[in-house]
């Protein structure tokens, strides 16, 4: 194996004083320690939605897709795969967030030791859905319809009219995008904040990650 190099544009994510530092430090040392000597040029480290993450470029330095990206939460920190739900999981360390999450996969930790044991799984992996991408896999996701709507955002779009034409008028990709985000904390209330945080951007058209 040989080491992808660290993109100094990223370190801050590493050494500002986080709940996971020792453990974003250890899984960054996991993710650029991963690939063979040939290829390790090819996975890069970048600064995307305010985390690290790592994407495979071809021999041409073309880049073709996001891999693995490292976030932390209040109870785990976790290293996020892309295409996780393609990937064989033969240790059944991936962890679907939520039932509308349709192509990624978290494998979580609470603590350095539990990144360490699972070092080889983990670069396995890294390896794996690597071979994913220049294979040119795609997972099949559903239809915005079959996704579950939460009650706060059905409640939306029932009773202002403005909103349910902005939404409707969005892409598919940015509507899930919309509906997961939504769907994703346990509290109303906190569902509902979102959702009137969003609202001035739905109504301009605009997805969840634009400008």
């Known amino acids: 194996m040989a080491k992808s190099s660290m993109n100094p544009k990223v370190d801050f994510f590493f050494h500002k004083g986080k709940k996971w530092q020792k453990e974003f430090e250890q899984l960054r040392?996991?993710?650029l320690d991963s690939l063979p000597a040939a290829q390790a040029g090819m996975l890069t480290e970048e600064l995307k939605w305010g985390q690290a993450c790592y994407a495979f470029h071809d021999a041409a330095g073309k880049q073709k897709a996001n891999i693995v990206l490292i976030h932390g939460f209040k109870e785990y920190c976790a290293l996020l795969f892309f295409k996780g739900a393609l990937l064989k999981d033969e240790k059944g360390i991936l962890i679907q967030q939520t039932e509308?999450?349709?192509a990624a996969r978290q494998a979580r930790f609470t603590n350095v030791r539990e990144i360490t044991k699972l070092e080889k799984t983990l670069k396995a992996y890294?390896?794996?859905a690597i071979e994913i991408e220049k294979a040119g896999l795609k997972?099949?996701?559903k239809k915005t319809s079959e996704f579950k709507i939460p009650e706060e955002l059905q409640d939306t779009l029932k009773n202002d009219?403005?909103?349910k034409t902005a939404f409707k008028?969005?892409?598919p990709g940015r509507q899930r995008a919309y509906i997961y985000y939504f769907s994703?904390?346990?509290q109303s209330k906190t569902?509902?904040?979102r959702i009137e945080k969003y609202m001035p951007q739905i109504l301009d058209g605009k997805g969840l990650n634009d400008d």
């Open 126 to 128: 890294i390896c794996e």
């Open 161 to 163: 009219a403005a909103f």
């Open 184 to 186: 994703q904390p346990k």
């Open 139 to 141: 997972v099949i996701l």
């Open 191 to 193: 569902r509902q904040a």
């Open 29 to 31: 040392r996991i993710i």
């Open 100 to 102: 509308n999450v349709q």
């Open 169 to 171: 008028a969005l892409t």
